[in-house]
C-alpha cells in the first residue's frame, strides 16, 4: 500500500488578523518578537510532519501555494525547508506543485531554491508533466497542473484561445490527454492548482467561475487518475467527479471570515487502497463571530455587560464583532471592546448599518483596497491616464487572491 499526504495553500507568510509574539522562537528562527500567525503556522506545520511519522506515509504532496507572497522572508524559506528536511529524513518523498502564490512575471519563482534538493527525495512541479516517484510502497506516477494563466492557454492554443469555459475546457482536455497518455499502469495521482465547478466556500456558497481558469468537472471524472489532488480553494471538501476521489484538503489555517467554521487539516490517502481520510489539526488558531444589535442599548455599562457575555468564548480566538447600529451612532470605541474581550487574539470591529458597513481592525480603519489605490493614483504623478487600466488590473488580482 502507498500512503499520500495531501496538503495545499499553507500560505507562509500570511499576516492578516496577526499580532506580534515573543515565545515560538523553537519554530520560527529570527530574534526578538514575531508574526504569532507565523508560529500558528509553523505550529501546524509541526503537526504536520509529525502525522507524516505516525501514519508511516511514503509521499507528502503539497499542492500549490506553499507560500503567501512571491518574495518571502528567508526565515519564512526556512520554515518550508526545515519541514522539508523533517519529512525526508524520515524517508518521504516530497513533491511540491507551483501554484499562483508563486508564479511571478519571470520565469524564476520562489520555489527554485528548493531545486537543489532534486534527486534527494525532493520533487517539484513547475509545469504539465508527469513524474515517476520511487518510495518504499513502491513506484508512483504523480502529474501535476500548476497554476495556469491565461499567458500559458494561448501558447498552446494560439490565438483561438478565448478566456470562458469553452477555451479552459479545450486547453485542459489536451492538457490532460496529454499527462494521461504518459502513464504507464503504475498507481497514479494528478495535483493541480486550480479551479473546478462546483467547489464552495463554506459561507459565501460555490465559487463563481466566470473567466477564471478552470477545469471542467468531465474531464477529471475521464481520467485515469488513482487520487486527484486539489489545492487554490481554501474549504476542504470532496467534488463529486464520477467516483474519482477528487479533494481539496483546504488550507492549512484559517485565511478569511469565511472559513470560520471550517475545520483545517491534511489529507491522508491510499493511492492504490480505499482510504482517503481528512486528518484536523487542533494547532489552527479559531475565529468567532458575535452580533450585536445596538438599536436599543444605549448605555456603555449595557454594551460592556453584552461584549462580556462572549468574553470566554473569545478567549484566544480570531474575533469579529458585528455591530447592527442605527445611521448615526459611531461604534463603541475600541478601548471598551478590548476591555470586555481581554482575552481575544485580534478583534475585527464590522459597524452595519440600514445601508452600509465598514470594518476596522484594531484601532485601524480598513477601506475598500481599490478605493485606497483609486485615491493613491489619482494623487500620484503619471498615473492619471492609465488610473482605470490599474484598476482593473489590482481587481483581478484580489479575485485571485485565494
Ligand atoms: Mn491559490
Excluded: C
Amino acid at each position: 500500500m502507498i500512503k499520500l499526504l495531501h496538503a495545499a495553500d499553507i500560505h507562509i507568510g500570511i499576516t492578516s488578523f496577526d499580532r506580534q509574539v515573543n515565545e515560538g522562537a523553537e519554530y520560527v528562527d529570527i530574534k526578538g518578537s514575531l508574526s504569532g500567525r507565523l508560529v500558528e503556522v509553523a505550529q501546524t506545520l509541526k503537526r504536520l510532519t509529525e502525522l507524516a511519522y505516525d501514519e508511516s506515509v511514503d509521499i507528502a504532496l503539497f499542492a500549490g501555494d506553499i507560500f503567501h507572497r512571491r518574495n518571502p522572508w528567508p526565515y519564512e524559506e526556512n520554515l518550508f525547508a526545515r519541514a522539508i528536511k523533517d519529512l525526508i529524513d524520515m524517508g518521504v518523498q516530497v513533491v511540491v506543485l507551483v501554484g499562483n502564490h508563486e508564479i511571478t512575471a519571470r520565469s524564476s519563482h520562489v520555489l527554485d531554491v528548493f531545486k537543489t534538493l532534486a534527486g534527494k527525495g525532493f520533487h517539484l512541479l513547475e509545469n504539465n508533466s508527469v513524474i515517476r516517484v520511487e518510495t518504499e510502497g513502491g513506484p508512483v506516477e504523480i502529474a501535476g497542473i500548476p497554476w495556469t494563466t491565461s499567458q500559458d492557454a494561448r501558447e498552446l492554443l494560439g490565438k483561438d484561445f478565448t478566456e470562458d469555459g469553452e477555451g479552459w475546457r479545450e486547453y485542459f482536455s489536451i492538457v490532460l490527454e496529454e499527462l494521461a497518455s504518459k502513464l504507464t499502469g503504475l498507481p497514479s495521482v494528478l495535483a493541480a492548482h486550480a479551479y473546478v465547478p462546483g467547489a464552495s466556500n463554506s459561507l459565501r456558497g460555490i465559487v463563481e467561475l466566470s473567466g477564471k481558469p478552470f477545469i471542467p468537472l468531465s474531464l477529471l471524472s475521464d481520467t485515469p487518475f488513482d487520487y486527484i489532488a486539489l489545492g487554490h480553494i481554501h474549504t476542504h471538501q470532496s467534488i463529486p467527479a464520477g467516483g474519482r476521489r477528487v479533494f481539496y484538503s483546504g488550507s492549512l489555517i484559517r485565511t478569511s471570515f469565511n472559513e470560520e467554521s471550517e475545520e483545517k487539516g491534511v489529507m491522508i490517502v491510499e493511492i492504490d487502497g480505499k482510504r482517503a481520510d481528512f486528518v484536523p489539526f487542533d494547532t489552527v488558531r479559531k475565529m468567532l463571530t458575535v452580533e450585536i444589535d445596538l438599536s436599543d442599548i444605549t448605555s456603555e455599562d449595557e454594551i460592556l455587560r453584552s461584549l462580556q457575555a462572549y468574553r470566554e468564548k473569545s478567549e484566544g480566538k480570531i474575533v469579529r464583532i458585528i455591530f447592527r447600529i442605527p445611521e448615526n451612532m459611531p461604534a463603541p470605541p475600541m478601548s471598551l471592546i478590548r476591555e470586555a474581550l481581554q482575552g481575544a487574539w485580534h478583534i475585527v470591529i464590522r459597524r452595519e448599518t440600514g445601508e452600509s458597513s465598514s470594518e476596522t481592525s484594531g484601532d485601524f480603519s480598513i477601506g475598500d483596497p481599490l478605493e485606497i489605490l483609486g485615491e493613491y493614483l489619482d494623487n500620484t504623478k503619471g498615473y492619471k491616464g492609465s488610473k482605470d487600466d490599474i484598476l482593473d488590473l489590482a481587481r483581478r488580482l484580489i479575485e485571485e487572491d485565494m
